[in-house]
């Protein structure tokens, strides 16, 4: 079922252009569709609008929930339409790759079919294909099968095509969380096990909002602004003892012996989900052990070093777009060590204190 990584140029190809090979998957995505008949979904990415069209319901089902938050109207003009489709519920696979086993970058790359125009990423132990046509607004996700999407991708589903989308644009994805109010809120970053989720969370036993707990959408300038991608949050197992209200709310129980905790933040408490606000600060996540939490003045440098590092080994290519994106955001607002004690109410009443009296800190 798979589109083995290792598989030679084949005669019934493509052909060695990176245009011809995009032709020919969105020929096998119509395909597809003929077989399975077109679902659309449009949703709003940031100020922009996406259209997503389904061959078929089995995608549609695991991919749309986390941004079901933010549809855009029906009659909304898409600047990028996404085009999907598996082989096991269509039948229908790709074109054979017209690229040698030597063309596989350590993130998926395919050397020579990313060019200014065009981005192509094979992922292979999920058998994933993403491109993306910048000149033609649009953008293909092939899968060999639906039943092997990862957990961590329905958390957030296409991140890797709105980062290539952004690329000329002044908006990025960042790993980072966002809780705020409609006049304004904070990002708060950090490592894997720095405490950033937690601290998100806590948040919503609070009156913050929440735009995210994983990735967000950030657009820098003279009035930086984030917007909510995926209503979704993951949760460390051992984690969630300490959000009793979340259990019932995972939503994949039965494999978290593996995986994180999966919760749709959408379900749970759509009422506390908001699509984006000013920020004010990024706030660095560190974990104290104390009971009490603390925001400390940082420099830029320090919440560079923490937001920057795992959003480009996330995202491949346009690095250097991100990369100058990110320093420039990181210049753009203040940046604060948040030392979250493990008293969890503390977390959001020091955010809102900042929030309301920013001088104090």
């Known amino acids: 079922m798979g589109w083995p990584a290792e598989a030679e140029p084949s005669a019934a190809s493509a052909g060695g252009a990176p245009e011809e090979f995009f032709t020919a998957v969105r020929r096998r995505f119509e395909a597809a569709a003929e077989r399975a008949g077109v679902i659309e979904r449009r949703f709003q990415i940031g100020d922009r609008v996406a259209l997503l069209r389904f061959a078929g319901a089995a995608l549609e089902e695991l991919l749309t929930p986390a941004l079901a938050h933010i549809p855009a109207p029906a009659e909304a003009e898409p600047e990028l339409t996404i085009c999907l489709f598996d082989t096991r519920s269509t039948g229908v696979a790709p074109p054979p790759p017209p690229w040698g086993a030597d063309a596989y970058g350590v993130r998926g790359e395919i050397a020579g079919f990313n060019t200014t125009r065009l981005r192509t990423v094979y992922q292979p132990g999920s058998d994933i ?3 993306l046509d910048h000149q033609r607004g649009e953008a293909f996700y092939w899968i060999s099968d639906d039943r092997k999407v990862p957990y961590w991708e329905r958390s957030f589903p296409l991140r890797t095509i709105f980062h290539w989308w952004f690329e000329k644009l002044p908006l990025q ?3 980072a969380a966002a809780v705020g109010l409609s006049s304004g809120g904070v990002l708060i970053t950090g490592a894997s096990g720095s405490g950033k989720s937690t601290a998100a969370l806590a948040c919503l036993d609070s009156d913050l909002q929440f735009a995210g707990d994983d990735y ?3 657009r820098h300038g003279p009035e930086p602004h984030v917007y909510s991608l995926y209503g ?3 949760v460390e197992v051992e984690n969630l003892a300490r959000f009793p209200r979340l259990r019932a709310a995972v939503s994949n129980e039965s494999r978290l012996d593996t995986e994180k905790a999966l919760v749709f933040v959408s379900r749970f408490a759509p009422g506390k989900l ?6 004010r600060a990024l706030l660095v996540s560190r974990i104290t052990g104390r009971q009490d939490t603390v925001l400390r003045r940082a420099t830029s ?4 070093r923490a937001l920057a590092p795992t959003t480009l080994s996330h995202l491949p290519g346009a690095e250097r777009e991100a990369f100058r994106k990110l320093s420039a955001l990181v210049r753009e607002v203040p940046v604060y060590t948040l030392e979250a004690g493990t008293d969890l109410p503390q977390i959001p009443r020091r955010i809102l204190e900042f929030l309301s009296h920013p001088e104090a800190v």
């Not at 908001?274 to 920020?279: A, V």
């Not at 440098?301 to 560079?304: C, K, N, Q, V």
């Open 216 to 218: 967000v959408l950030v």
């Open 232 to 234: 979704t949050a993951k």
């Open 173 to 175: 994805p960042v790993h």
């Open 274 to 279: 908001i699509g984006g606000f000013p920020i």
């Open 301 to 304: 440098a320090e919440g560079f």
């Open 129 to 131: 294909l993403l491109m």
